[in-house]
T-cell receptor, first 112, second 115 residues
């Protein structure tokens, strides 16, 4: 039973446009959410996070939005760049708990 | 620069073999994790450890065991490898500094093929 779901396996956008990656979760106990980015032949690297006390967190071109009532979060990348092409994983956990649950990933392709 | 090192990038083993995947971190992190990554399933947690000699089962522990004899090293053991254990295995670590959850740092992964 996947507690974190990314329903879009792939997304293709034009350079300079906005990329929106979506994630849904089922466990209402989750209170900390993260996005990881993974290039081929490398491990995932941390991108941005948000705790449940916020509904938005911004870091440069990356913004994560959290809608707790809908159990939904999204990652916005503006403007998208070809170097952003990677697989993006959504993850969730309970703060002070030691495990984390990941979605299946969305492969983003940014075309020049 | 922080580092999580997995001993092998690629491994090919035969069905029934005992397989050891090694992971070392140099960040003095308390927590270490083993995940496997499969297409369409994302990263699934196999085992994790929050202290030396401590271990906890994740979502899919069947067919696996772990060992954490030293803080920096966390080993994943496939007691008798099977073809359905062909996968990308990712080790990660995190700190428990201040009791708050910290982000995971991942190794580059080991692609295991069981024939």
């Amino acid at each position: 039973d996947q507690q974190v779901k990314q329903n879009s396996p792939s997304l293709s956008v034009q350079e300079g446009r906005i990329s929106i990656l979506n994630c849904d979760y089922t466990n209402s106990m989750f209170d900390y959410f993260l996005w990881y980015k993974k290039y081929p032949a490398e491990g995932p690297t941390f991108l941005i996070s948000i705790s449940s006390i916020k509904d938005k967190n911004e870091d440069g071109r990356f913004t994560v939005f959290l809608n707790k009532s809908a159990k939904h979060l999204s990652l916005h990348i503006v403007p998208s760049q070809p170097g952003d092409s990677a697989v993006y994983f959504c993850a969730a956990s309970v703060i002070n708990n030691n495990d984390m649950r990941f979605g299946a990933g969305t492969r983003l392709t940014v075309k020049p | 620069d922080v580092k999580v090192t997995q001993s092998s990038r690629y491994l090919v083993k035969r069905t029934g073999e005992k397989v050891f995947l090694e992971c070392v971190q140099d960040m003095d992190h308390e927590n270490m994790f083993w995940y496997r990554q499969d297409p369409g399933l994302g990263l699934r947690l196999i085992y994790f450890s929050y202290d030396v000699k401590m271990k906890e089962k994740g979502d899919i522990p069947e067919g696996y065991s772990v060992s954490r004899e030293k803080k920096e090293r966390f080993s994943l053991i496939l007691e008798s490898a099977s073809t359905n254990q062909t996968s990308m295995y990712l080790c990660a670590s995190s700190s428990s500094d201040g009791g708050a959850f910290e982000k995971l740092f991942f190794g580059s992964g080991t692609q295991l093929s069981v024939l």
